[in-house]
Each structure stands twice: as structure tokens, then as C-alpha cells.
């Protein structure tokens, strides 16, 4: 879907509320590259009435084909994927399967939940950072989870007391307490839009009560996709703010990179060559000088598994090793620290339902605490190799 401004969204949907549009623009709006709106969700909130969508698709049944369909599923027939696909294809909505009892409340909530919607800001409007405070950068490509990851640290910070959202830049603080929000009804925050950016300054304490000033940075998948190939001045024309951020301001850094281990298809090429080249990137530029640690953190490696250790290292070992190997060059070069772990929210009921376990949060939440500190100057071993040792600590 294109990124629309709030206000017109609103003003388009009060148009198909009010029945306004005729059939052919409300075409252009639900299907194709002018797509703004998906259908499903315009019907479960009572926008788009269910009368108006068989008119638009006509559903593929009679009544009494519909009827049966209805019996079928009370009776257990068809698996929750097929009843979603059913919805889908215009039988009926998730609202006449509840108000039929042909699925109950707990299965509609899993069945047809929708992300929580989560509102960023454009580049112009966020603040600069502030100094003296431990800049966290997390990049990705696209879909790979990092607002997962951050309301998972969220979440568990302030879940224990131990987390300080600073309210200077508020839309972060909106942010942030949207993220928590996700996590406590369970469901997973909308992915960042293309065209934002956001920064959330906090302190974190660890349990000697010291505290951690950190700031997180988040951008979209496709600005950190889109700066492969660049050079600086090409990309400080065309993102002077990442420029300012990551480049251009004296804070200490930890760059975390969230590689998503489900990608799309063709997209572990595209990881691969994206986090190596914003590494030499950074390398190049000067900023891997004011780096304190490299974090891989592989996302979606979901379930309770005793195996997934072993996946995550084989997963490592047989497509990112070149990854690992430059990480352990810049060991050897800076000084700073590595860490692998893994990363997931819990068990997935649907796409977007989850039941959440709170240890890999956990695990990365106090790596922090050990890591990170509020001097300018951070005594740092040399070290010269790592190993999957720091893979699920503790």
C-alpha cells in the first residue's frame, strides 16, 4: 500500500463510510499499485458494508451454498487456514462467521487479528540526538523484525521498572509506550513506514542500579536497504539525518543487525550484501572508531525448541559466514565486542498473535546492562576470535 497522509486516509474512509464513491474508484482504492485500503479490515471496522463488498465481488456461491459452508465449519471441517482463505475470497466476513457461531471469540481474535498500528514521524521533524549517551542503531532489511525486537526490549524493561523513556523527543515516547501496548495484548506492532524514521532515548539500569543512557535509532528496512552502493556524499544528500545520526554525531554506538532468518524469496542475498557493505560502510567512514559492540541478532527463530540453538548456528555457519568473519576482522581492528543471539517473541498463534516469552528479551536486555556505559571512554579488551558461546546467554 502507498504511504498516505493520515488526513486523507480519514477523509476516504468517511467517503466509503457515507457510500460517496462510485464502484469504479473504490476498485482503484482496494486493488492495485493505487491500493490504499485492504477489504477485510474495512469490513471487520463496519466501514465498507457487507453489501457493498458482494456488489463489488460478487461472492462465488448462493445462499445456500454460503449455508453450507457455514454448517461445515461448525462441524469442524476445514482447518483455520482454509476458513481464513474463505473470508478471503468474499464468502462471508470474520464478523458473520462470530455472530453465526461458527468460530468463537478466541478464534477470531487469533484468526483475523490485525497489527497494532504504530505511528512514526518524518526525518524532518525528529530532533537532534542528544550527546553524551550510547546511540543504538538497528538495521535491517525490510520485514526482519526490528519493531518486534525493540517492543520485546521494551517491554521488558518496563515490565521490571528498569526502564526511563526521556521525553524530549515525544513522538519516540509515543512510540515506545505503543510498542508496550502491542506487547501486552500480544500482537506484533505494524512494520515502520518506508519514509520514517525513530529515535527513542532512555535509561536503562542494570541490577546494581547503575544507569544506562541509551538512545535506540529505527529506520525502515528499505532506507537502510537504499544506502548500498553509496558513497557518503551521496548519501548525505539524499539522508542528511542518518548522516547527522550515525556519522556526523560523537556518541558511542552499538550497532545491532537483525537478520531475519524467514526472508522473502531471493532475500539472504540481499542481507548478506547489505550488512556487509554498510559494515565497510562504516569501517570506511570512521564510525566503527566510536562503536562499542556489534550485536547479530537472528530474528523469527520462533518456538520453545531445544533445537533452535543448533539451527541458529548452522543457519550462521552455512550462509553467513563471511558476515562473521568480517565482525571478527573489526574485533581485531577496533577492539569492540560481538555478540550473537537469537531472537523471537514467543510462539505464534497467527501472523500476528503471539504468546510471549519473555527470555530472549531478557537475554538482550541485560547484555546491554553489561555492556554499555555512560563514559565517554570504555575500556575494551582485544579480543581475537568469538564462538557461539555467546549464543543464548546464560
Known sequence: MENVPEGILRAKRQQIKNNELDNITLRKLFEGESRMFDVQNLLREGILSQEKHDELYPPPSTEDQREDLINSIKNYEFSDEQIKELVEEGWFTAEYLLNRNAINQSQYNILFATAVKVNFDEWKNIPPLKEGRIDVFIFG?????KSCFLAGLFYHGNSIGRLNVDI?????VKYADTLI?????????????VDYIQYIACDIRDDDEHTHPLTFIEMSGEHFQDAYGKTLPDLKKEKPKLVEYLFENPNRKVIFLAIDYQPDRGGETGQRKNFEFMLKFLDKNGVLENVETIVLVITKLDGDDDSLQDDAKRFLENRYKSLTNLCNDYVEKYGL????YKFSLGNFKSKYVFDYNPTDSEIIFDMLCDTTSVLKQKKKAKKSSWSFGNLFKG
Open 141 to 145: 532489511i525490510a520485514g526482519s523484525g
Open 168 to 172: 524530549d523527543n515525544v513522538t519516540g
Open 181 to 193: 501496548e502491542a506487547m501486552e495484548e500480544g500482537r506484533v506492532p505494524t512494520a515502520t513506514a
Open 337 to 340: 565486542d560481538f555478540y550473537v
